[in-house]
């Protein structure tokens, strides 16, 4: 049923008397009996309750789920802060391991010192050509350095080689286990001399001993000063094995993780080859020549 216009703008009227008159009612009321008004304001509280649970729970939801973004956000800057932090500790790690290696170089350069009457400089490894023909690294000091070919490369722990070429920031180290390397040395504390010849593996062999010469496994190795190039008493490494007449020395340096070589100058002038790599050894005549150097 439609109500008329008339009657809808009578109703519109009186709505505002009306509720004038309620406010007044309820205000006299209240001052009247406070009890009741309680009352009805509690009924009209638990009536109205569960509308406005219901109508607050996506408030809540909606509240909760706008928190839950921040939070994430929050922790999405808190991550890549983070990040950027365990890359500057991973950094600093990094450049606390190469110190400590580079440290650990160094202390080990001072167990071998040489004579005072020499001299010489130390130079890092920035290369190593190591492989299946050829045993030697490449330092980074060279002729402005004073460093000169057939000079004595050492580490903490004993010879290395000896310089092979010389550039003018460079040098190449010719190491014991190449197969040109022929080092005249002694068995310590004997008069038994040899040469060590390099032969590519890791534990280069004794040539020239004299056939009824007495090596045992454990044996100590040094510089015999035969030749003129270094002088006796540096120490080579140590018999390894002693099989069908082949002998065997491990070096005392670890040649395969150089890091930081002393190039030392001892005064020397023994005679070196000509070429900046000496040539293989000749199949015949050689062994009569390097066992005469030896001697």
């Given at each position: 049923m439609r109500i008329s216009a008339p009657v809808r703008m009578a109703a519109q009227r009186l709505a505002l008397p009306i509720f004038i008159f309620a406010s007044a009612m309820l205000a006299v009321l209240g001052k009247?009996?406070?009890?009741?008004?309680?009352?009805?304001?509690?009924?009209?509280?638990?009536?109205?309750?569960?509308?406005?649970?219901?109508?607050?729970?996506?408030?809540?939801?909606?509240?909760?789920?706008?928190q839950g973004l921040e939070n994430m956000i929050d922790v999405y800057g808190q991550n890549s802060l983070l990040r950027e932090e365990n890359e500057r500790l991973l950094q600093w790690q990094e450049a606390a391991q190469r110190l400590a290696a580079e440290n650990a170089e160094l202390r080990a350069?001072?167990?071998?010192?040489?004579?005072?009457?020499?001299?010489?400089?130390?130079?890092?490894?920035v290369a190593d050509s190591g492989g299946a023909f050829l045993r030697n690294v490449l330092v980074d000091a060279g002729a402005r350095d004073g460093v000169q070919r057939g000079q004595a490369a050492l580490t903490g722990d004993g010879l290395v080689g000896r310089v092979a070429e010389v550039g003018e920031r460079t040098a190449r180290i010719l190491l014991l286990t190449d197969?040109?390397?022929?080092?005249?040395?002694?068995?310590?504390?004997?008069?038994?001399?040899?040469?060590?010849?390099?032969?590519?593996?890791?534990?280069?062999?004794?040539?020239?001993?004299?056939p009824k010469t007495a090596v045992r496994f454990g044996d100590r190795i040094v510089s015999s000063g035969s030749g003129g190039v270094f002088p006796p008493g540096i120490p080579v490494g140590v018999v390894a094995s002693v099989e069908g007449g082949i002998v065997r020395v491990t070096p005392y340096?670890?040649?395969?993780?150089?890091?930081?070589?002393?190039?030392?100058?001892?005064?020397?002038?023994?005679?070196?080859?000509?070429?900046?790599?000496?040539?293989?050894?000749?199949?015949?005549?050689?062994?009569?020549?390097s066992a005469e150097a030896a001697r």
């Amino acid at each position: 049923m439609r109500i008329s216009a008339p009657v809808r703008m009578a109703a519109q009227r009186l709505a505002l008397p009306i509720f004038i008159f309620a406010s007044a009612m309820l205000a006299v009321l209240g001052k009247a009996d406070v009890l009741l008004i309680d009352r009805i304001r509690v009924a009209v509280a638990d009536a109205v309750a569960p509308i406005l649970e219901v109508v607050a729970r996506p408030i809540t939801s909606a509240a909760s789920a706008v928190q839950g973004l921040e939070n994430m956000i929050d922790v999405y800057g808190q991550n890549s802060l983070l990040r950027e932090e365990n890359e500057r500790l991973l950094q600093w790690q990094e450049a606390a391991q190469r110190l400590a290696a580079e440290n650990a170089e160094l202390r080990a350069l001072t167990k071998l010192v040489p004579d005072p009457a020499a001299s010489w400089i130390s130079g890092r490894v920035v290369a190593d050509s190591g492989g299946a023909f050829l045993r030697n690294v490449l330092v980074d000091a060279g002729a402005r350095d004073g460093v000169q070919r057939g000079q004595a490369a050492l580490t903490g722990d004993g010879l290395v080689g000896r310089v092979a070429e010389v550039g003018e920031r460079t040098a190449r180290i010719l190491l014991l286990t190449d197969l040109n390397s022929h080092i005249p040395v002694m068995i310590e504390g004997t008069s038994e001399r040899a040469v060590l010849d390099g032969d590519n593996s890791d534990e280069p062999q004794l040539a020239y001993l004299e056939p009824k010469t007495a090596v045992r496994f454990g044996d100590r190795i040094v510089s015999s000063g035969s030749g003129g190039v270094f002088p006796p008493g540096i120490p080579v490494g140590v018999v390894a094995s002693v099989e069908g007449g082949i002998v065997r020395v491990t070096p005392y340096a670890e040649l395969s993780r150089l890091g930081v070589i002393r190039i030392v100058n001892y005064g020397l002038s023994g005679l070196l080859p000509e070429s900046a790599v000496p040539p293989p050894r000749p199949a015949k005549g050689g062994k009569a020549r390097s066992a005469e150097a030896a001697r």
